[in-house]
């Protein structure tokens, strides 16, 4: 590869065969990776994080932004992170998400990744895509996400505003949601609105968002019809209100502590190796008086 100065700035003139090598590079953590991400020249392009239980309609939703933002000259980045699919390396997403855009816009670039290892992993890998993408040419980033459970919702919540996409089929009770899925909304959307209980749902979910407003920004729900490309309007505004208000900012802060903080615990980790531990303590566990926690203080002091 060249170097690192150069390819930033090729990255920013556009060039998306660079772009695609260099989310592999990260993406494999192939030789010069880290360098690479710290070599960035990262900006602050907006990220909307697009979560909800599966087919709720996101990636239908994130077609109709994409006409929407495109027709207004923006170019537009979509990565598909898939939690589900270990085997197939998010191609079933991106995929689907492709043909569901079923353009060759070249204002718009998809790219997915998928669950290996952790999930921990896979936020990161997530997070540090984004992080190449903020230093190509694009206007937004739009992060599809299946929410089915805490782990998987908190790579919606690397997003500056995050939109979550709700059925009326999900059942009238919203309880049964997990709490925190619902609490990382910034935005609910109420999709399939064709559906007769959609008015109710909406209405329980707006009662909900209401009991937990603060002071910035109280969370609108928002109706659409994805399939017939109603309510995006509306979205779109919403997101355009969030992200000038005073709530993205207190938001964006803490998003970097939280970004800080996983790569500081991933730093001070990489010495640390599971099973240099258990043969280290295969031999301790047996002798009298061992105790776990002075075992512990020894290994980190
Ligand atoms: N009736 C109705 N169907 C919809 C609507 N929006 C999406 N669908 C349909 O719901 C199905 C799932 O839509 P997707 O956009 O793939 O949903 P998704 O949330 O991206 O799904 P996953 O990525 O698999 O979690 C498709 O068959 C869509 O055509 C809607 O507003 N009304
Ligand atoms: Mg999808």
């Avoid at 492709?98 to 990744?113: A, D, E, K, Q, T």
């Avoid at 990161?124 to 998987?152: N, R």
């Amino acid at each position: 590869m060249k170097s690192f100065s150069a390819i930033s700035q090729q990255l920013r003139s556009g060039d998306h065969k660079l772009l695609a090598r260099c989310i592999s590079m990260v993406e494999n953590e192939s030789e010069g990776w880290m360098d690479l991400l710290q070599s960035l020249d990262v900006t602050p392009v907006p990220v909307i994080g697009i979560t909800g239980p599966p087919g709720a309609g996101k990636s239908t939703l994130i077609s109709n932004l994409v006409q929407h933002y495109s027709k207004d000259g923006k170019k537009i980045a979509v990565l598909a992170v898939d939690p589900s699919s270990p085997f197939h390396h998010g191609s079933l997403l991106g995929d689907r998400l492709r043909m569901s855009l079923h353009f060759s816009n070249p204002g718009v670039y998809i790219r997915s990744v998928a669950a290996r290892g952790s999930l921990g992993g896979l936020t990161d890998k997530a997070m540090e895509i984004t992080d190449v993408m903020k230093a190509a040419d694009f206007d937004l980033i739009i992060i599809e996400t299946v929410g089915i459970g805490q782990s998987e919702t908190e790579i919606a919540s690397l997003a500056d505003v995050t939109v979550l996409v709700l059925v009326p089929e999900s059942g009238d009770e919203i309880q049964t949601l997990k709490a925190g899925v619902m609490e990382i909304a910034d935005i609910y959307v109420v999709n399939k609105a064709d559906h007769e209980d959609a008015e109710k749902f909406a209405d329980s979910v707006l009662w909900m968002s209401q009991m937990k407003h603060n002071a910035e920004w109280t969370a609108p729900v928002v109706k659409s019809i994805a399939t017939q490309d109603s309510g995006t309007k509306e979205l779109i505004e919403n997101i355009g209100a969030f992200l000038s208000s005073g709530a993205v900012n207190s938001k964006r802060t803490l998003l970097f502590a939280e970004k800080a903080y996983r790569l500081i615990a991933r730093e001070r980790m990489k010495d640390i190796n599971k099973s240099a531990l258990a043969e280290q303590l295969q031999q301790k566990i047996n002798e009298k008086g061992f105790n776990l926690y002075k075992f512990v203080k020894s290994i980190v002091s």
